[in-house]
């Protein structure tokens, strides 16, 4: 399938130079001289590397179909995530690169979309929040009022995230695994 | 709508930019003047889309546009003799979504000198620079004019000057003789991997040597610039991204540069084009390319080569997107992040 390049979205799957890549972030360009361009960051599935590239708005591009399915989160190595399909229980792999950012806060048993083209593996997406346990944080100091104070935490998958100082070890938090910010208290 | 009262810090830096900005031109003797931003006619640029109303009053209707620029009217009054002057104040560009280094409805320098080419106002640029430095500077910085931005230093005590042809050597290894020749540019370029043709319902199209060009300084030459320890000030360009530059004595280049700071374009300088019979010449090309490509039909202000044909004098100007350049002083990643109003 064609489209043009002024059109691509994060998230969508492109053939560039001769391999699938991702579509990390966009950003739409009037350079004041020549036409528009789209600056792009790509990711490249097979190696995880990412590239910048500005395309000719206008400029057509081969976008790769690709499904979305609903997976559960098992375990990783060194170089892939695994996951299977609770339907079918078919395991897959995704390359560590395409999870890069918000790996660590994943835990087995989490449910995410895996990018299938047929029966292969593209990429994952991260999900919106995750709910994690918080295993250690050191109580706040007494008199620090600051309203937007923050401290660090480590999760239960082992990540640390900055948290306001009324959190405490042993709560659950929900993050957003994007930004890795903390969004509220949970109430399990 | 939302405001952003995080952003208050980053926003102060930037109010204080604007005033030392203020203060510069004042005591450089530039005037101020303040502008309508509702044009009736706009100077037609092809690679422009503009934003257009209308005025009611009974049975009556007009057309008015939002200016992209203030150049049709700083001009009019250079010809009249209003000498060095400048422009702080919104500009609007439409079709061109929001990113984190542009906004179509923008903040926009546009300042003029008489007597100056481009090169000589380069030095007077640079001079404001130190000056919108020392303004909104942290405190306890030891050294004199060096500044960071998002990790990059950079040193404002003189500019890191390369032609456009250099540049092309240097970063995407073409020859300025391939460089200024549309057909070799066009092979070599498609040699580089890029995409040279276009296919569509009515058939090929090969790219333009300005689309291809803009291309390749997009990804292989603009990344590096203001990047090795000062800013960049890029200049002559290839005479097809003249515009409204005066053509140089070589032939293939014209008047005009852009700076730039981490890799960052911050202002648009030309050496003006006062040949009247040039600039209607490129103008009426312009407006039909601008037609053929289907963007709204503004009224073209041929009233501008008229005033032209009274004597514009002798001049430079650059026009400096104010946000970013707010960006680069209060080191935030995006434009975003100096305002107090964001709508969604």
Known sequence: ?188 | MRTLPQNITHYRTYLRMMQAIETYLHNNNFLKVDLPVMLPALIPESYLEVFETEYRYFDTRRSFYLAPSPELLLKRLLVDGVGNCYYLGKAFRNSEPESSKHRGEFTMLEMYKVGADYLQLADTVLEMLQALHVATRPKHTSSQMMRTYQGISFDLSKWEKLTVAEAFKRYAQISAEELFDEEQFIASVRKKGYQTVRTDSSGEHTYSYEDLWSQIYANEIEKNLGTAGHPTLLYDYPIQFASLAKPNADGTTAARFEMYIAGVELGNCYGELSDWKLQHHRLVKEQQKREASGKIAHVPDWGFIDVLKRGLPDCAGIAIGVERLGMIFADVASIADIRLIEID
């Open chain 1, 1 to 188: 399938m064609k489209t043009y390049a002024g059109g691509l979205k994060k998230g969508d799957f492109i053939i560039h130079q001769g391999s699938i890549n991702q579509v990390i972030k966009t950003e739409f360009y009037s350079p004041g001289k020549g036409s528009a361009l789209m600056h792009t960051k790509l990711k490249n599935v097979q190696t995880g590397k990412t590239v910048d590239y500005a395309f000719k708005s206008n400029e057509d591009v081969e976008t790769v179909e690709v499904n979305s399915i609903e997976m559960q989160y098992m375990y990783k190595d060194a170089e892939s995530l695994y996951f299977m399909n609770a339907q079918t229980y078919d395991q897959v792999a995704v390359p560590v690169g395409m999870a890069e950012g918000f790996v660590q806060y994943l835990k087995e048993g989490d449910k995410l979309y895996v990018f299938m083209q047929e029966d292969k593996a593209l990429s994952v997406r991260a999900p919106l929040t995750v709910r994690l346990k918080i295993t250690h944080t050191e109580d706040a100091v007494k008199g620090d009022t600051v309203s937007n104070a923050r401290k660090p935490a480590t999760t239960e998958t082992g990540a640390t995230v900055m948290v306001p100082l009324f959190v405490k070890a042993g709560e659950v938090v929900t993050i957003n695994p994007e930004t890795g910010e903390y969004v509220g208290r949970s109430a399990e």
